[in-house]
């Protein structure tokens, strides 16, 4: 008993499944999903992510903003998560924490401890 999709992996049956009923946001991460092995094999051969998109446009198979598909290629194929702004205070914070004669960098101890040298 064969699937009539049999040729088309479960990421792709997926993303097909996902671009019939979701939100905007989720349909075009279904599309790039779908692509991604184009896009990866694009990517590998030196294509920016612009040339890669303005190829796909062209050719209708996504129709959606660059930002929108620079995100989700960076966020699945590229492996850079959003990044997340953390508070102002957060920053703060962490700089007073620091205790002001911590020295950066290296310290001679001409001194050896027994543990180092095991």
């Known amino acids: 008993m064969s699937h009539p999709h049999s040729d088309a992996s479960l990421s792709e049956r997926i993303a097909a ?5 979701s939100p905007t946001s989720h349909l075009n991460r279904a599309k790039v999903l779908a692509l991604r092995a184009e896009i ?3 990517l ?3 294509w920016s992510v612009l040339a890669i998109y303005k190829t796909l446009l062209d050719e209708e198979r996504v129709n959606f903003s660059y930002q929108a598909f620079r995100r989700h290629v960076n966020g699945l194929l590229l492996g850079k998560a959003k990044a997340r702004k953390r508070p102002s205070h957060t920053t703060t914070i962490t700089q007073t924490t620091q205790p002001a004669s911590t020295a950066t960098g290296f310290t001679f101890n001409p ?3 027994k543990e180092d040298l095991i």
Request: overall charge positive; proline content about 0%.
């Open 17 to 21: 499944s996902q671009t019939k009923s």
């Open 40 to 42: 990866r094999q694009a």
């Open 44 to 46: 590998d051969d030196g």
């Open 111 to 113: 001194q050896a401890k």
